[in-house]
């Protein structure tokens, strides 16, 4: 086949495989851009707090929000720490609207509180790997993004997604009240990728919100019996 006939033949497996891997996805990401820009313009976005418009949640709103600062312990998580009560009104509105009105642009204002946290209690986080809690597939599929992952890209300090893996989807901890429950609702649900190595290294697992601690701690517990040392919790909000 001449070259020619490569590079414009549509059954060639080369353009296919231009077209599929390169070409749509770049045209999928602008049609979304073209849709964000005429929905902001017919529907502008206001702040959540003080509806100014321009922004989710702005800077003087965030910053606002006194902090609640939660430290504690799990039988597996060595330091937990968490920014703000979860029944702080705005707060609570924040982590509603990110998490089941899917608005990815507050992972920022969120990951904002959880710095001004580090700084407040002088937390040393130098030498740890940032996990963020991982999601099912369903729940990744449902929702489209994993909201701790976003919340942890934006505390600029690298992370790692490829050492824990969540196996199965149960149901969701926040439908469950009791303690002793949600400890049995997410036992078994993570498991450790076995091309990692995680004997004798520190790490911070970072999620949106803790309420009993289960679901960190049930992280915590796989990464620790493959021998880590350390295992930090940091959480924007605590219930």
Known sequence: MSIPSLLFDPKSPKIKKLVYKNIIPYLGMKL???????LDLMFPIHCLGCKKEGSHLCD??????PLEISQTRTQYIDHLYSAINFDHPL????????????????????????????????????????????????????????QA?????????????????????????????????RMINIKGDFEINPETNVKNKNFVLIDDVATTGSTLN??????????????????????
């Not at 003087?60 to 929000?65: A, G, K, N, R």
């Open 32 to 38: 979304i851009n073209i849709k964000t820009y005429f």
């Open 218 to 239: 049930e992280c915590a517990k796989i990464i620790k019996q493959n021998g880590a040392k350390t295992v930090i919790g940091i959480t924007v909000a605590h219930g």
């Open 149 to 181: 992952e976003l919340i942890a890209r934006h505390l600029d300090w690298g992370v790692t997604t490829n050492i824990i893996f969540r196996n199965k989807s149960s149901k969701p901890q926040a439908d469950i009240e009791n303690k002793e429950e």
């Open 60 to 65: 003087e709103c965030v910053d606002s929000i």
């Open 91 to 146: 707060l609570n509105r924040a982590l509603k609207e990110f998490k089941y009105r899917f608005v990815k642009d507050l992972s920022q204002p969120l990951a904002k509180i959880v710095k001004r946290m580090i700084s407040e209690k002088d937390i040393t986080l130098d030498s740890l790997t940032t996990i963020p809690v991982p999601l099912s597939k369903k729940r990744m599929n449902w929702r489209g993004f994993n």
